[in-house]
């Protein structure tokens, strides 16, 4: 049997620090195979971006476990847990947060330059192959004001792509986007998943695209709803 | 280049307006330490130096620091004793063994020593009198111990010698007496003896006070006018090692009881106004540079304000506290190294310009007329290098503060908060 590439075990994450202690997930039992294609779904406010933050390891849960291909990371230190999350997740938001000072192609760099292990040539050149593979080309030195909407998100799942990640996190990646740019954000994703054999696992809020996903996760109320 | 540094370095090129009103802060900090410590040390050490020359390294007095105690004091050292009606000798005063006290001192290799007698006279020529303190010296010593030599500017000191009633006088003193070299005038001591004296000598010290007030002939003379006969009363010491004043003074003031000393301690409220100036000075200094602190404490928040998504998506991808503090801390460094740099330059443009003042005034010490140069300025490297430090530390700490907020902020509540 090989290795989940994600494995939650009776997670909850509460909130004690407001007035009212607020649950953001309860009980949550899942176990995202290496190579699938998952989609969150689920209301507003339903704890859909708590649970790919605790995921992510952006958030440590409350009460239960979070294993990262096989690494308890709820008793990981904080170091561990950085590394992990340079090494083996790709995070994509529904708002690029692209550094405004750096071309397209430093931006990919990035994850690269702070894992260290790749040349600076090779680094350059693993930039331009992901932004090319993206259809970027065009855009390598251009700065996230030169780019339009779609395009500042390609660049953002490239940057989520830099250190060639076990899984790619992504919290609404289409939330700002038309449909055109929409389906070629989830191309991306399904070209990832055949090809790569990446694990992906998204929120979204159009039930189009989640059937697309090879598995729809449905979140209400901080539980997964059977 | 390290990861961090190159943000810190795109995030100043993007503000540079400010960035650039911060390093100006840092450049007036640094620049105007350098001037006006070069300006205040320049002028303490030209103050020293010239008062070191003219007054004694060490000079032992005819006086105790303590009055000795009454002998009956120590032959009933443990009884209650009350003394009344105790009078003060009417004794003659002086240092007492002084010859062996001469000797002692001049078998030692390093301190030149010479005795003299000084006291209060009256110089009386042309209807003025004007009191003076004269000073009876041993030229062949004297020459060895001071700088009356090289300051006498008409006539010699050796004149003395060949002239037993001649006097030297200070320049500003013979103006007042209006006498001229070569004249004859009355010299009135407190034991009632007139003598008159020829003026075979001027001198200007540099020291107006001393200039005004000194005159100087030879020991034999000034004992009989005071009919104070082999009597002295000041043994001036000069040494090769100024620094070993204290020492050598306080030695000598235990060996032979006698007060005694060293120039550090005739000048001590001199170092203490000193002191103060040079407090004031790193008040002021420190104050231009908490004001600049305060501009790289404000640039900084800024961007971590600005720049919170950039710093929730650094985190995300795996940056750790420490780089997103340090992405801050440099900017501040950045800011404190280039306003130290252009803070270097200017300094040294205002230290130069300092420099060519015209420097005279009146008061302790008067610029002798060869030091119509500029201003004594104190030119070290080691200014350049405390200038440095201080404004690198103070802008790291003003960058340090927001750069520890940047980095105790949760990615999570930003991502939130951005959706």
Redesign the interface.
Known sequence: MTIPAVELRNVTRTLTDELIPVTLVKDIDCTIKKGEFAAITGPSGSGKSSLIYLIGLLDVPTKGQVFIDGIDITSATKEERERIRLEKIGFVFQFHFLLMEFSAIDNVMLPMRKLGKLSAKGMKERAQMLLGNFGLEDAFWKKPNQLSGGERQRVAIARAMANDPLIILADEPTGNLDTKNSDIVFNMFEELVKQQNKTIITITHEPYLAKRANRQINIVDGRIEK | MQ?TLS?AL??T??RKRQALLSVLGVMLGVAFFIAIAGMMRGMHEYFIEKLIDVVPHVKIMDEYRHPLPQPIYETYPDTLIDLRGIKPKEELRGIRGANKIISKLNERDDIRMSPVLQGQVFLRYGGKDIASSLIGIDPKMERRTSNLERDITQGSLDRLLTNSNGIILGERLAKKLSIRLGAKLSVISPAGIIRKMKVVGLFNSGVPEVDSSTSYAMLKKVQILQKKEDVINQMNIRMDNIDNAPQLAKNLEQQYLYRTESWQESFANLFEIFMMENMIMYSTVGAILLVAGFGIFNIISTTVNEKK??I??????????R?ISHIFLYQGIIVGIMGTLLGWILGAILVELLAMLDFSFEGDVQAPVEFNEGFPMYRSIWLYVGGGIMAIFSSSISAYLPARKAAALY??DI??G??
């Open positions: 990861l943000i795109e995030y090129r993007n998504h950039d929730a998506i650094l985190k995300s991808i795996g940056f750790s506290e780089d990615p999570v991502i939130r951005a959706s």
